[in-house]
């Protein structure tokens, strides 16, 4: 317990420390957008459990990252990219059994309370990390 205790709270200074840094780069170049946008948005919250390569294998200790998606097969899997369904699961999270008592992180709530974007801010974060996922496939 005092393990899980430990990992959780060098997670949580973790993504306190993302989140301060990535609100000061979206405050000094707000307008960049796209796959670049995404790739920066990916890289500060995302690697960690998903890895720089997006197929789960991040520094993040257990029980943070058991077995994260490999998220460049997601196009293969789902018959085509699911647009939709990765909106829904950055914006609202998901619950993943093999997590343990982690979940995904809920982007949405965090971009839009912890950073203090506006949703239309949000929405931009979203469509970056998409489209960066999306470049990310493979074929």
């Not at 973790?14 to 796209?34: H, I, M, Y």
């Not at 990916?42 to 990252?65: E, I, M, S, T």
Request: hydrophobic share 35%.
């Amino acid at each position: 317990m005092k393990i899980v205790i430990a990992h959780s709270a060098i997670l949580l200074c973790a993504l306190s420390l993302s989140a301060s840094q990535d609100k000061q780069a979206s405050k000094t170049n707000p307008t960049v957008s796209g796959a670049s946008a995404g790739q920066a948005i990916y890289k500060q919250h995302c690697a960690v459990c998903h890895g720089n390569d997006l197929k789960g294998n991040g520094p993040a200790p257990p029980p943070f990252r058991e077995d994260p998606p490999d998220l460049t097969t997601l196009s293969r899997r789902h018959d085509g990219f699911p647009d939709a369904y990765v909106s829904n699961v950055l914006r609202n999270g998901v619950k993943i059994a093999s997590h343990g008592p982690a979940e995904m992180p809920i982007w949405g709530t965090t971009f839009r309370e912890g950073e203090e974007l506006n949703e239309a801010q949000v929405a931009q974060r979203i469509a970056s990390l998409i489209s960066y996922l999306k470049s990310k496939q493979q074929k």
